[in-house]
């Protein structure tokens, strides 16, 4: 199928973005990669008055590091930040989690201000800013704000976002050098969407956990930090005991829904397993480094 009809504009700057988004009152569209908005658009699942393309605001991709944090531009494509140096030195989940963010064209084209705005519940990039507690800054005729992940997500493909608004940059804070992590996800094909996906990181002391992150894609309408698995290794070391009850209480505390790729049941079980496998990877990653 084709889209329906619509305006095009592709302004020069953010300042412009807004003010087109502004004139069609809720009614245009953002175009960033196009990975998923086309297929929204060619389906005619989204009829927007207009799409506001920023793909010709050459200032909205880059990838600095910046007082502990490592910020991207929100036009920063999927392939670049999987290939990029200071990723893999000061935050290796994320590069994790982009290689296995659907295929190589679609991360040549996807961007990371894309996938977050988009909000899928089983995307990767989300449950990356859940589990090292990142954000991103939103701009909008009223000015900036900046929103954690449980300001962002709302439910499933929904974000607190108003229409007029634009992620403009998303912030992570680089993790702790020698940190393990890992981010486990069960698909039934390669490239597809996870039907669970788990984010960890683990920094060590001594034989204690001084910080343990988790967090779920797929596992509900948006991604679930699993504080309380997290403070069970805090509390008591990483020991298989520790690491299987932080995998048990993980299940507990996700209420995923049933749909036609998997049961809600099947979803919690995906989830204390890949806790498991995602926690004792981590450790090996951290043990080694
Ligand atoms: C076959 C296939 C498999 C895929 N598999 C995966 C997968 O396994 N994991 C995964 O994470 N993703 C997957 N994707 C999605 C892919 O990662 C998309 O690139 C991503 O979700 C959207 O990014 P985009 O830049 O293409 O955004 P677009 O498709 O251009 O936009 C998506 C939405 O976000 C809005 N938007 C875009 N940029 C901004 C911004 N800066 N501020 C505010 N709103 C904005 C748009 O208006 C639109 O509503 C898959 C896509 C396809 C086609």
């Not at 954000?135 to 997500?153: I, K, N």
């Not at 969407?193 to 956990?209: H, K, Q, S, T």
């Amino acid at each position: 199928m084709k889209p329906p009809v619509f305006d095009y504009h592709a302004p020069a700057t953010v300042d412009e973005a807004i003010a087109l988004l502004t004139r069609y009152g809720g009614e245009a569209k953002l175009l960033a990669g196009g990975q998923s908005l086309m297929p929204l658009l060619n389906f005619r699942l989204s009829r927007p008055a207009a799409l506001v393309d920023l793909n010709p605001i050459a200032s909205l991709a880059y990838i600095r590091e910046d007082q502990g944090e490592i910020r991207f531009g929100a036009m920063t494509r999927q392939r670049t930040i999987e290939f990029s140096d200071v990723v893999r030195q000061r935050l290796p989940l994320l590069t994790e989690a982009t290689a296995l963010v659907a295929h190589l064209p679609i991360r040549t084209r996807g961007t990371i201000g894309g996938s977050l705005a988009h909000a899928d519940p089983s995307a990767e990039y989300p449950a990356v800013l859940t589990a090292l507690e990142g954000s991103v800054v939103v701009r909008g005729p009223r000015g900036e704000r900046r929103l954690g992940s449980a300001d962002l997500f709302q439910s499933y493909l929904t974000t607190n976002l108003q229409p007029d608004e634009v992620i403009v940059e998303v912030r992570l804070p680089a993790m702790a050098a020698g940190a393990g992590f890992a981010f486990e996800e069960f698909s039934r094909r390669h490239g597809d969407f996870a039907l669970v996906g788990i984010a960890a990181m683990l920094v060590g002391d001594g034989e204690r956990c001084r910080t343990a992150r988790l967090a779920t894609a797929g596992a509900g309408p948006v991604p679930v930090r699993l504080r309380s698995a997290e403070e069970i290794l805090e509390r008591d070391g990483l020991s298989e005991a520790a690491l299987d009850a932080a995998a048990r209480r993980a299940a507990e505390l996700v209420e995923p829904d049933s749909d036609i790729h998997a049961s809600a049941a099947y979803r919690k079980n995906l989830t204390r397993v890949l806790t498991g496998r995602a926690l004792r990877r981590a450790m090996a990653i951290m043990r080694s480094r």
